[in-house]
């Protein structure tokens, strides 16, 4: 008998059916003698439905008040999935964020967990019933207010909450059987990973895999927590996520998976004065206005006028006030203009092995060249290539670098089940 948290994504609590398919999951793991708690997110596309609510009465609501809306989502489902559990015979209670105790910073709409108390889940173990929290949500230790994690949020909830109970290990449920080598969406052969290590999956996160939010693998990464991404519609394997690369045996794959990312933007400042201190003047106003900033490229610049372009991606969220924050310096930097395009992806290759193997920038490259696909921006890591494309050719780049690293899975592996939902 051990102590295992369960995190039931939006997709997997999507309707009634949903929530039942998911409590009777819940009792079994119950009735098998395990302590469990349970975190759950907001039913289907909740979230975004109450964001556009929000957007109809107000263009720049004020972010405590969001907050205070978008954490009603998570608290239907887990009152729903509470009683839905209670029926199948197994007690369950359920707590909002700041009743668990998960204690945030007071950034609202992307709140970090600053410590958590679960003293009131603890007293529910005790009394033999299931903990069912609501994902995404905290309460603010200087204000009071409550909170949100940011988009995906939940995830890091149920690392956290694992890490401060000592859970054996942390379950996220999701609509598809756990990590592959790319988005089944979109590569259909994608193949499931046994296990990745902590490093591979902070990288797949950030890079754009939406599967786990990368705070959430940050998290489990700090304090060892072994993740475990399974569906909630069928009781496959799933993927382990744990361990280090250090630990890797030589015979771990190069290559781990390809990631996209359609959430940036690209901004390009152009004609900006090639002189020490010009790039410094641009960023810093950037970063004033608390924009976090992905690649950035600056070209030659040209001889006869000593001006050069650069061009930056950043969350296309951030894309008005960074082009507001630059154009106040527009004079005092005298760069020549501005131009923003939302109409851009980013595609990354991502792999343990590639440090020490050469010839996987010239494989790939030779893929997307062989697809007619144009690459705009590039950057690298010890073990990640991105680039930058059209947004409208992001898909056949993701499916031309998959098949070209030799990942797709043959026709007896069988194919990625994508369970219902569109993915958003
Ligand atoms: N490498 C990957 N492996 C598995 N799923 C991925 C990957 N990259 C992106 N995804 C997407 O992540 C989705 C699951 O995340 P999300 O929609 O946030 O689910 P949930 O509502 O369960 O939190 C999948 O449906 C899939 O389309
Ligand atoms: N409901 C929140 C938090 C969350 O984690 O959702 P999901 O687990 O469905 O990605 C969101 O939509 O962002």
Request: glycine residues 10%; proline residues 3%; aromatic residues 4%.
């Amino acid at each position: 008998m051990g102590l295992v948290v369960q995190k039931y994504g939006g997709s997997s609590v999507a309707d009634a059916a949903g929530i039942k398919r998911v409590a009777a999951r819940i009792a079994e793991t119950r009735r098998a003698g395990h302590d469990v708690v349970v975190v759950v997110s907001a039913m289907g596309d909740t979230t975004d439905e109450l964001l556009d609510l929000a957007e109809q009465v107000s263009p720049l609501p004020p972010a405590r008040e969001l907050d205070m809306l978008l954490t009603s989502g998570e608290r239907i489902s887990m009152a729903l999935l509470a009683m839905a559990t209670a029926n199948l015979g197994i007690q369950a209670r359920s707590f909002t964020g700041s009743q668990a105790g998960v204690i945030t910073d007071s950034a609202h709409g992307r709140a970090r967990i600053i410590d958590v108390s679960p003293g009131r889940i603890r007293d529910a173990l005790d009394a033999g019933d299931v903990a069912v929290v609501a994902g995404f949500q905290g309460v603010s230790v200087d204000t009071k207010d409550i909170t949100t994690l940011g988009r995906g949020g939940s995830d890091t909830t149920a690392v956290a909450l694992a890490a401060a109970l000592g859970a054996d290990v942390c379950e996220i449920y999701t609509d598809v059987d756990g990590v592959f080598t790319a988005d089944p969406r979109i590569v259909p052969a994608a193949r499931r990973l046994e296990t990745v290590t902590y490093e591979e999956m902070l990288e797949l996160a950030a890079s754009g895999a939406k599967v786990l939010m990368l705070r959430c693998v940050e998290y489990a990464r700090r304090y060892g927590v072994p993740v475990h991404v399974r569906s909630s519609f069928s009781p496959r394997p799933g993927t382990l996520v744990a361990g280090s690369m250090e630990d890797l045996p030589v015979e771990h794959a190069i290559i781990t998976g390809v990631a996209h990312d359609r959430s940036e933007a690209k901004i390009t400042v152009v004609g900006v004065p090639d002189k020490p201190g010009t790039a410094a003047e641009l960023f810093e106003h950037v970063a004033a206005a608390g924009i976090n900033i992905d690649m950035i490229v600056q070209n030659v610049s040209a001889a006869a006028t000593g001006l050069t372009d650069v061009s930056f991606t950043l969350p296309k969220a951030d894309g008005q006030a960074a082009m507001t924050a630059l154009s106040q310096v527009q004079g005092s930097v005298g760069f020549g203009s501005l131009r923003f395009d939302d109409q851009v992806g980013k595609l990354s290759l991502i792999g343990a092995g590639m440090r020490s193997n050469p010839g996987v920038s010239a494989r790939f490259f030779k893929a997307l060249a062989d697809s007619g696909i144009n690459i705009e921006m590039i950057s690298t890591s010890e073990i990640r290539i991105s680039v930058v494309t059209r947004d409208s050719a992001l898909d056949d780049a993701v499916r031309a670098v998959h098949t070209a690293f030799g990942l797709d899975a043959s026709a007896d592996e069988g194919r990625a089940t994508v369970y219902g939902g569109t993915g958003r």
